[in-house]
């Protein structure tokens, strides 16, 4: 077994984050005007490249800087220039799934199966092309996952440069969505419970601690020097932060689309993005996810939870718990918001899910062979066939449209 990255892993994962962005730039462009949240950070957005206090302020600012810099240097992109940041990172996600899951497992059959079905996820897709926040959430929640697993799995204490990363992609994430404080969370958690440090460096994880705080603070306060820089004071900059901490805590408002924890878990409230109408002809882009992938999914967490009390492998154990507590840490936390929340705030816990299902799936191939793996992935890429219609705004017959929605909740 190569616990080892070779050339050919790269260029594979490589290639298929370039495939999914020049695939996801063909349908970009549906529709060619503001969706959903669009009409909050598009305008966000446009503040910055004009230099201007940025509109948006309920959310930290680097999603809108990041989106406002792929729109500077992709002008000729028309309207889908608001886009195509999304589209980068949602590459990204695919991508680091690769070399994520290798990592874990020491096994290319299982880091391939985990990129598939990040690949051919719904809500991957559905994210990817809309410029709201959540993309680059997830994007940076996963690099600092991956450092982390890197740090935990690989690196002696002495090399800490992974464990760092991970906590500035923490700060960054966090600087797109106050969410990815859960990232630095879970960091620490890996640091003090996963990570083995030998007993006579007893100070090892306070020092270490101490370090992940001042790096995360910093790579999440950077972004704010835009606002210094457009003539807010360090006093605007606090009342700022009261303001995004009392909106998050505070409840009181309604949304259609907004549902609870355990329904995100169930996929029982998805959100339209876009919908439109012409006869009998039916268009819409719906952020939900894969129903055979996060379905089965649950079965795979529950048995993943049943082999981590069942082993008695140490290194075992710990990838499990790693994997466990990753998923559950990168949306649990929402309940501290106090409020209801909308179904793509678990869109963080999907790259999480991809491993999972991988690691159980290859345990059933070591046992029943080819034919699960080969069954399980034609699944998951007809059903991606299937909903594509209703995840890229392609019209198609109401027929069809309401025969993909078969609970009512997804109407």
Known sequence: MEHNLKKRDYIIFISVALLYFIFRLFFLNTPPKEMFDEVYYIPASRDYLEFKPDSNWVHPP?????????????????????????????????????????ILFKNRMTSFIAMFLMFFDFMTFAQSGIATLD????????????????????????KIFPV??????????????????????????SLCFL??????????IFRTCFLLLSVYLISFLIPYCYCLFVGDSFTDLYLRFVRILKFQYGGGWTHNYLSDMWQWILMIRPCWYY????????????????PFFWWSFLLFFVFSIYRLFK???????????FLIFGYCFSF???KLSNRPGFFYYIYPAVIWMSLISANVLSLLHKRYGNFVIYLYLSVIFISF??????????????????SLLFLKSWI
Do not use: H, Q
């Open 135 to 158: 993309i680059f959430l997830a994007g940076f929640m996963a690099l600092s996952a991956f450092f982390c697993c890197l740090y935990i799995f690989r690196s002696d204490e002495s």
């Open 275 to 290: 919908f439109n109408s012409n006869n009998n002809m039916f268009a819409g882009i719906n952020a939900m996810g894969n």
């Open 332 to 334: 649990v936390f929402w």
């Open 62 to 102: 680097l999603a809108k800087m990041i989106i406002a810099l792929f729109a500077y240097i992709t002008p000729f992109l028309g309207f889908m220039k608001w886009r195509v940041a999304s589209a980068f990172f949602g590459a990204l996600i695919v991508g680091i799934s690769y070399p994520f899951a290798f």
């Open 164 to 189: 760092v990363l991970s906590a500035i992609f923490a700060g960054l994430a966090s600087a797109c969505k106050w969410s990815g404080i859960f990232s630095f969370f879970f960091l620490i958690f």
């Open 311 to 321: 082993s008695k492998d140490d290194e075992n154990s710990r990838v499990l718990m």
């Open 195 to 204: 990570k083995k440090i030998e007993k006579e460096n007893k100070f090892f």
């Open 385 to 402: 066939a299937l909903y594509f219609p209703i995840l890229s705004g392609i019209p198609v017959d109401k027929k069809y449209f309401y």
